[in-house]
């Protein structure tokens, strides 16, 4: 394992018993209102900070973007690393007990993916990649599905929930999708999404107006199993624009296809 994904590693699974700790106690947490339906607790500052500090105990000089406390920008020179921290992906599930979330940790060298991490505490699960070294599951190596057509394919999305200026385009993608497979799954968090694509729980995912924390993990993930990871341009500007498609090279078309179809241009840059 390369080292600065064991450091990922274990950072994710210390916020995940960070995280499980508070699980039984829910309404002792204190709990903030970021925006419409966005919440952060104490769980998500305590998770984050001991992401942080596992990094900087062994690379004090690697910028560090967080999602509750931004990005870091070491002083002393401009580093070639950066890690993309998201410390508890589906705050609001975390928050009803809902078994669906995640801790989430990429980095970048010289702004290219290179190592990324989705760990769910609840499962004991461990997703894993480095870039041209395949994905793993709990060090087993995993692969995307097979799945050639969007006929009896299983898809994962996100609804969107704060922004709402979207959301006919939105409907309209998913009313096409919902018609066209055996199922759409909207679990709530993104990042687990991915890994599931990667390891063949379900065939493709796409989702608008997502943070680079929410995804950088997992697209790479996706990627090293065998996914097209790419935005509704067919680009690789995701992380950009937040606009994100995934799936399978055989799936890949015509879930393209589908989603230019149903969303207008402007919203798909």
């Not at 997992?218 to 199993?225: S, Y």
């Amino acid at each position: 394992m390369h080292p600065l994904l064991n450091i990922a590693s274990i950072a994710a699974r210390q916020a995940g018993s960070k995280i499980l700790h508070h699980l039984e106690n829910i309404d002792r947490l204190n709990i903030e209102h970021k925006g419409k339906n966005d919440y952060v607790s104490e769980v998500d500052k305590e998770a984050e900070e001991i992401i942080i500090q596992t990094i900087k105990k062994y690379y004090p000089d690697h910028a560090i973007l967080a999602e509750e406390s931004g990005k870091t920008v070491v002083k002393s020179k401009k580093s070639d690393y950066e890690w993309i921290i998201d410390p508890l992906d589906g705050t609001t599930n975390f928050l009803h007990q809902f078994p669906q979330f995640s801790v989430s940790i990429a980095v970048k060298e010289k702004g290219r993916l290179m190592h990324g991490v989705i760990f769910d505490p609840v499962r004991d699960e461990m997703f894993s990649a480095t870039r041209g070294s395949g994905a793993k599951l709990n060090n087993y190596r995993i692969r995307t599905s097979e799945q050639k057509t969007l006929n009896n394919a299983l898809l994962a999305t996100g609804f969107p929930y704060h922004d709402f200026s979207y959301l006919d385009s939105y409907l309209n993608s998913l009313k096409s999708f919902m018609q066209s497979t055996a199922g759409v799954r909207r679990a709530g968090s993104a990042a687990l999404d991915l890994a599931y694509v990667a390891c063949g729980r379900v065939d493709g995912f796409w989702e608008f107006n997502l943070k680079p924390w929410d995804i950088a993990a997992g697209a790479l993930i996706a990627q090293e199993a065998g996914a097209l990871v790419t935005d509704f341009m067919g680009s690789e500007h995701y992380l950009e624009s937040g606009n994100i498609l995934v799936a399978n090279p055989k799936l890949y078309k015509e879930m393209a296809q589908t989603i230019s179809k149903t969303i207008p241009e402007e919203l798909r840059k």
